[in-house]
């Protein structure tokens, strides 16, 4: 018999929900129409197409006309911080996709700050007066990450967009580790703009939205045909749109029940892996303060990329903190920005748990992980 596989490693990617791809067949095949077509072809694609800005939306509580559909977060990154104007505030712990779009910008001659996270117990997390210690005059946008990917604190974005409105600059925040996770509402958030990958919440890979608040100018990202309001032109991914939206409206119906069993598992996993290795070091702030499901953990002594292998031998997916990618043995720049050691940062391996991911899992993972790191 073939031994299960355990899949914990949601930050990275999720699996696609039965009931999204159910909804995107017939746009892979019969409904192919053109959304854009002035003849009856057009019209399911259009009417799906529709739908799905509208149930995103509600989700999220924007208007349906607040919603540009975008290849996913990377894309939508990119949008606002090569689209907007002036000088920009970034934190430090942002994903590439916000720090490395700054970056190009700044070679074009766009002034940068950069805002670190508050550090030690209690840390990760960026609050408004490290805002104010690097403000500067020219400053036209502040992108701030909802939560991060890699140690999975929640920022209080309501009050860094109000810092920033205050000051009359533009908000975004890049949520791709965050919507259909936690609850989303950017009227709430006061954010301007808001970045959202379908593929961290079980809909379809290459998809995603920004959220842009209605009243507020961004230069087009592609010029081409109307579509996305003139903003992002391209015929529309009509069955991955679909997918999404399907895959987070039950993401959120199903919110505080998946919330409630991911906190349940989280709790047993650490405590388990206090059991086996007393000296483990957390990162991030303590369950509730972090994303369902999410522990970011330094076994010190222990490389994480050899124990990422042989938890891997053992058909468990984690992934390591400290490497960028499996070619790039460098110290992860968030482990770095929240100033943990080299020796921490080497041996952090990050486990992300799901909805689908049972006691039985958690446990499996833990007598793993007593066998490697004790060698019994
Ligand atoms: N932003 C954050 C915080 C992420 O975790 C990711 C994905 O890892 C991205 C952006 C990029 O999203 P996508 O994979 O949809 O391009």
Request: glycine share 10%; proline share 4%; aromatic share 6%.
């Amino acid at each position: 018999m073939s031994k299960k596989l355990i899949y914990a490693d949601h930050a990275a990617t999720t699996p696609l929900m039965q009931e999204a791809l159910e909804a995107m067949l017939p746009f892979v095949k019969d409904d192919f129409g053109n959304p854009s077509s002035l003849h009856g072809w057009a019209k399911p694609a259009r009417k799906a197409v529709d739908e799905a800005r509208a149930v995103i939306a509600r989700c999220v509580n924007a208007e349906p006309e607040e919603i540009f559909f975008t290849s996913g977060g990377t894309e939508a990154d990119n949008w606002v911080i090569k689209g907007s104007e002036g000088g920009m505030l970034v934190s430090s712990y942002e994903h590439h996709a916000v720090l490395n779009a700054a970056a190009s910008e700044t070679r074009r001659g766009r002034d940068v700050v950069y805002v670190r996270p508050k550090v030690g117990n209690g840390g990760g997390y960026i609050m408004p007066e490290r805002l104010s210690k690097v403000w500067k005059e020219e400053i036209g946008l502040v992108s701030i990450m909802t939560a991060n990917n890699e140690i999975g604190t929640i920022n209080p974005i309501h009050l860094l967009s109000d810092f920033a409105h205050k000051h009359g600059v533009l908000f975004h925040t890049d949520a791709v580790q965050a919507v259909g996770h936690i609850p989303i509402d950017v009227r709430e958030m006061g954010v301007d703009f808001l970045s959202a990958s379908a593929h961290k919440f079980n809909g379809p890979k290459g998809i995603g939205f920004l959220f842009i608040r209605k009243g507020v100018k961004l230069e087009p990202l592609l010029n081409g045909g109307q579509q996305e309001n003139g903003l992002r032109a391209g015929t529309e991914n009509v069955a991955s749109i679909v997918g999404m939206a399907t895959a987070l409206k039950l993401n959120c119906d199903r919110m505080d029940k998946t919330a409630e069993h991911l906190e349940n598992l989280t709790l047993r996993l650490r405590d388990g892996i206090d059991r086996i290795f007393p000296d483990a070091i957390y990162l991030g702030d303590g369950v509730a303060g972090q994303l369902p499901g999410f522990t970011s953990v330094s076994f010190l002594g222990h490389p994480a990329e050899g124990l990422m292998h042989m938890l891997d031998l053992k058909g468990i997916a984690v992934s390591t903190g400290a490497a960028c990618d499996s070619k790039n043995t460098k110290i992860s720049h968030v482990l770095k920005a929240v100033n943990a050691t080299n020796e921490i940062a080497r041996s952090t391996v990050r486990i992300t748990l799901g909805p689908e991911n049972t006691v039985a899992d958690v446990d499996v993972i833990l007598a793993a992980l007593k066998r490697i790191l004790r060698g019994v």
